[in-house]
């Protein structure tokens, strides 16, 4: 069963860039038609969904955040990371790192755990 | 503001039947696969729906989905206590080039 683990500073401070990486256990990341995804959660809030690397490599951002986000993966480590350049304290949030395509094609079939990230001086 | 409406709560009591609607446009819903999560306090989200009305292995059938339109709703009949927790849908929009998920629905079991 894959499992997915989010590891990152805790706290950022503004306009710095904030860097997550997902390591993934019990699977390789260069195996399967999967999309490797980053979703956040402001405290007491909804879900928003930042973007995607496809298995081709090819990436899909949340047009929103597009000019601040990169997504990345490194097969050797079995990891894919997420930068989000100049943030603010609207960019506080719960980071999920999660896969699309296990079992279901247009859906998030795995979760990490989350881990909060704090934008502040 | 959500591009997927939800209602922010729904309550019922221990054993009854609610349903939780997810209301969208053409080029979301409408033309595209809903998938419904879970979310339990203090953890992550739980895919409990995908492609409008399926369930993975160990997700109870106390739980469907159904689609008509533009609109999806989750179902969850004989409820639990432990059944109390924020659900979202989410599904691709096509005119966004983005996925988006609804607001959430804080499910009370009273």
């Known amino acids: 069963q894959v499992q997915l683990q989010e590891s990152g500073p805790g706290l950022v401070k503004p306009s710095q860039t904030l860097s997550l990486t997902c390591t993934v256990s019990g699977g390789s990341i260069s195996s399967g038609d999967y999309y490797w995804s980053w979703i956040r959660q402001p405290p007491g809030k909804g879900l928003e969904w930042i973007g995607y690397?496809?298995?081709?490599?090819?990436?899909y951002y949340n047009p929103s955040l597009k000019s601040r986000v990169t997504i990345s993966v490194d097969t050797s480590k079995n990891q894919f990371s997420l930068k989000l350049s100049s943030v603010t304290a609207a960019d506080t949030a719960v980071y999920y790192c999660a896969i699309g395509g296990v079992i279901a094609p247009f859906a998030f079939d795995i979760w990490g755990q989350g881990t909060m990230v704090t934008v502040s001086s | 503001q959500s591009v997927l409406t939800q209602p922010p709560s729904v309550s019922a009591a221990p054993g009854q039947k609610v349903t939780i609607s997810c209301s969208g446009s053409?080029?979301?819903?409408?033309?595209?696969?809903v998938s419904w999560y879970q979310q339990l306090p203090g953890t992550a989200p739980k895919l409990l729906i995908y492609?409008?009305?399926k369930r993975p292995s160990g997700i109870p059938d106390r739980f469907s989905g159904s689609k008509s339109g533009t609109s999806a709703t989750l179902g969850i009949t004989g409820l639990q206590t432990g059944d109390e927790a924020d659900y979202y849908c989410?599904?691709?929009?096509?005119?966004?080039?983005?996925?988006?998920f609804g607001g959430g629905t804080k499910l009370t079991v009273l």
């Open positions: 690397i496809y298995y081709s490599g090819s990436t």
């Open positions: 492609d409008n009305n």
């Open positions: 989410g599904t691709w929009d096509s005119s966004l080039s983005c996925w988006v």
């Open positions: 053409s080029s979301n819903i409408g033309n595209n696969y």
